[in-house]
Each structure stands twice: as C-alpha cells, then as structure tokens.
C-alpha cells in the first residue's frame, strides 16, 4: 500500500508569481485535505476535497485554489504570492472527510516565497 | 471554535528520562477526536494517538502513554525512558470533522 506523495519536495518562487504543488493520495482514500504549516506553527487547515468537490475550507483567502481529479490525486494552486506564503504544505488522505477515519499526512512540499 | 494550546514550546530531556508534554483543549462539541501526532525532520506527521470524547480511558503502548479527562479539558502525552529517536515536534490535535492542530511541542532527547 503506497502512502501519500508530494511534489516538489522544495520550491523557491518569486513573490507575485503562481505555484502548483500535487499530492497523490493513499491507495483507497477518496479524500485529500491541505494544510499549511508556517515555521514554529502548527498545521493550519486550507481546504479538503472529496470526490472532486470541495468539502470545507478554512480562513484562506481565494488565491488559494484546488482540484481533486477523478483518482483523487489533488492539487492546491496559489496566485499573487507573498512572503509570508513561505511555509511547509501538507497534504492528507484519508477515506473520507471526518477525522475519526484517520489522516495519512505526506512529507510535505517546503515553499519558499523570495 | 476549537482551540488546542500546547504551551510546552520546547522540551528538552536527557535519555531514559520520562517526559511529559502536556495539551489542553477547548470545544463547545460533546462529540470530539483528540490525536497526537509526530513530526520528524523529514516533515510528514505521524499519526500516534486518536481517542473520541466518550472514551476517557488511558492507553499505554509500549513507552508510550496518554491521560485523557474531560473534567480538565487535557489529553497529555507521556513518553517513558526517553530515546534520542524520540526527538521530534509532537502536535496535539482536535476534531469534530477537521482536526485543528496545537503549535506543537519540541522535544530534544539528549543522549
């Protein structure tokens, strides 16, 4: 059973620009949801997908984005970048949206927004 | 809202001692998960721990323990004889659909 995957592993990009980051979820899972970890914070929830629709989202503005494609792989666009987008993003899979199902996190793609 | 507050910033023992690292919660739901999670430097979170509200027993695996009361809002993590490869950050999370995450715990274990 293969676990969730990222990519890239480490992205710099230039303020102002676009970034797209792509998690392929667990074998099994229909469900990915993204989370934003600023350094020295803990993960802070952007939006979840199930069954390609959005199921939730948390205080993010519209710039970030997302798709869920039809082998719930996912991917989490931002436009306009800004310095302080500059964070490590999770993603997790899990076979359904609520928690009790249980999360599989990935390793994580390390922005950096110069 | 949900909160999670894990005021322990770092921690920083020396190995075989036990270790504490404390999580205090706030929810207005009677139904709830707590999780504790670990986070090694390569970056994913390791699931370790989930319990729901209803279940207030305290669970040991292996060096691992966790102390769960609804009457104190906490779910604290014990760590028994401490190892070096038990340094990492440890998040304390809350639930009623989607975790919410505490800012985490530094643990350094020493050898």
């Known amino acids: 059973e293969t676990g969730v995957t990222q990519s890239p592993t480490h992205l710099i990009k230039t303020r102002g620009q676009q970034v797209t980051l792509r998690c392929s979820s667990q074998?099994?899972?229909?469900?990915v949801s993204w989370y934003q970890q600023a350094l020295g914070q803990g993960p802070q929830f952007i939006f979840q997908y199930y069954r390609e629709e959005e199921n939730g989202r948390g205080n993010f503005p519209p710039r970030f984005s997302g798709l869920q494609f039809p082998n719930y792989s996912s991917e989490l666009n931002v436009n306009a970048l800004e310095l302080d987008d500059s964070a490590l993003y999770l993603c997790a899979s899990s076979l359904g949206g609520q928690a009790n199902y249980g999360y599989t996190f990935g390793s994580g793609t390390r922005l950096t927004v110069v | 809202a949900q909160k999670v507050t894990q005021a322990q910033t770092e921690i920083s023992v020396v190995e075989k001692e036990d270790v504490t690292l404390d999580c205090v919660y706030e929810t207005r739901d009677t139904t709830y998960y707590l999780f504790w999670y670990k986070q090694p430097p390569s970056g994913e979170l390791v699931f370790l721990i989930r319990r729901n509200s209803f279940d207030e027993q305290n669970e040991i695996s292996g060096r691992y323990s966790w102390n769960f009361q609804k009457s104190t809002s906490s779910f604290n993590f014990t760590i028994t004889a401490s190892q070096v490869v038990d340094s990492a950050v440890y998040f304390c999370a809350l639930a009623d659909y989607i975790p919410t995450f505490g800012r985490g715990t530094s643990l350094i274990v020493h050898p």
């Open positions: 074998s099994g899972h229909n469900t």
